[in-house]
Each structure stands twice: as structure tokens, then as C-alpha cells.
């Protein structure tokens, strides 16, 4: 699971198990980490952070990608023109406030 980087964590370990043995949905939260903590020692398996995404450069970026940022910059482009927005009513979102949901960064590898 760690080398196609599968996002894996505790909730859905909980989450198999309940699907896989119905006696586990039974169980209080911590009875089933607890379990899920003992299946993982058991089977010297270990949860690890992910350390490295793929980021996209140039060249895995499809066509299909850039034609749609080309449209969306021409189309932002005449937008500002044609209202006469000023530069400082313009703002980067890269120092805005944006709210997105964080996926979990850890998965399942075998200890050693």
C-alpha cells in the first residue's frame, strides 16, 4: 500500500474490521483501537507518514488542463478590463484565507 501511496489510518482499519467481523462494531471506539493496535503489532505492520507527492510539472499537465487555465486567464483577464477593476481589489490566493478539507497523510507498511 505505501509504494501506490493508499491513505490509510485508523478509522478505516476500524471501518474493515466492522465490515469483515460484525462482533468489532460491538466494541467501544477504544476496544476497537485497541484491536486495530494489536492487529498492526501482530503483524509487524506499521502506520508511516507519506514524505512525497507527485506534483505535477509541465509536462503531466494534459492539454485539456491547459486550454482550461488559458480560457480561465483570458476570461479573468477581460473580466478586470472590462469592469476597471483596480490591481489592489485583486486578491492572491495564495495569501487569502482558503478552507479545504486536509486528507489523511499516513499509511500501512510492513515494519523493517
Same mark, same amino acid.
Given at each position: 500500500? =505505501?509504494?501506490?501511496k493508499?491513505? #490509510?489510518? *485508523?478509522?478505516l482499519?476500524?471501518?474493515?474490521?466492522?465490515? !469483515?467481523?460484525? $462482533?468489532?462494531?460491538?466494541?467501544?471506539? &477504544?476496544?476497537?483501537?485497541?484491536?486495530i493496535d =494489536? @492487529?498492526?503489532? %501482530? *503483524?509487524?505492520?506499521?502506520l508511516r507518514?507519506i514524505t512525497?507527492?507527485?506534483?505535477?510539472?509541465?509536462?503531466?499537465?494534459?492539454? /485539456? !488542463? %491547459?486550454?482550461?487555465?488559458?480560457? @480561465? =486567464?483570458?476570461? @479573468? =483577464?477581460?473580466i #478586470?478590463?472590462?469592469h476597471?477593476?483596480?490591481? /489592489?481589489? #485583486? @486578491?492572491?490566493?495564495d495569501? &487569502?484565507?482558503? +478552507? +479545504?478539507?486536509?486528507?489523511?497523510?499516513?499509511?500501512?507498511? $510492513?515494519?523493517?
Amino acid at each position: 500500500m =505505501r509504494k501506490e501511496k493508499t491513505v #490509510v489510518n *485508523h478509522n478505516l482499519l476500524i471501518s474493515i474490521a466492522c465490515n !469483515e467481523d460484525p $462482533k468489532v462494531a460491538n466494541l467501544t471506539k &477504544s476496544g476497537q483501537r485497541s484491536l486495530i493496535d =494489536r @492487529f498492526i503489532k %501482530m *503483524h509487524c505492520l506499521t502506520l508511516r507518514t507519506i514524505t512525497t507527492t507527485t506534483g505535477g510539472t509541465q509536462e503531466q499537465v494534459s492539454d /485539456e !488542463e %491547459m486550454r482550461s487555465a488559458e480560457s @480561465f =486567464r483570458s476570461e @479573468f =483577464r477581460e473580466i #478586470v478590463l472590462t469592469h476597471q477593476i483596480p490591481p /489592489e481589489c #485583486v @486578491f492572491n490566493m495564495d495569501q &487569502s484565507s482558503l +478552507y +479545504y478539507e486536509v486528507l489523511p497523510k499516513k499509511t500501512i507498511d $510492513k515494519i523493517g
